[in-house]
């Protein structure tokens, strides 16, 4: 029994470590967006677009998200 709290333990450490990432915190972040502006916005009203791409003089640039009206 002492192994599964172990292991339980080891894996619970693991995840908060990688929640803490930027890259999961930019990804947890526009996930929230993007359910904060589908659930309070009208759909009848606004359109929304995630993770836009757009070539640029150097390469490509990144829109996180674009909402119209």
């Given at each position: 029994?002492?192994?599964?709290a172990l292991w339980t333990l080891a894996l619970a450490v693991l995840i908060a470590a990688l929640l803490r990432t930027?890259?999961?915190?930019?990804?947890?972040?526009?996930?929230?967006?993007?359910?904060?502006?589908?659930?309070?916005?009208?759909?009848?009203?606004?359109?929304?677009?995630?993770?836009?791409?757009?070539?640029?003089?150097?390469?490509?640039?990144?829109?996180?998200?674009?909402?119209?009206?």
């Amino acid at each position: 029994m002492e192994l599964i709290a172990l292991w339980t333990l080891a894996l619970a450490v693991l995840i908060a470590a990688l929640l803490r990432t930027p890259e999961a915190k930019g990804r947890i972040g526009e996930a929230m967006v993007a359910v904060a502006a589908g659930l309070r916005l009208s759909k009848a009203t606004y359109h929304s677009l995630h993770n836009v791409t757009l070539p640029t003089a150097d390469g490509t640039t990144q829109i996180d998200h674009i909402i119209v009206s």
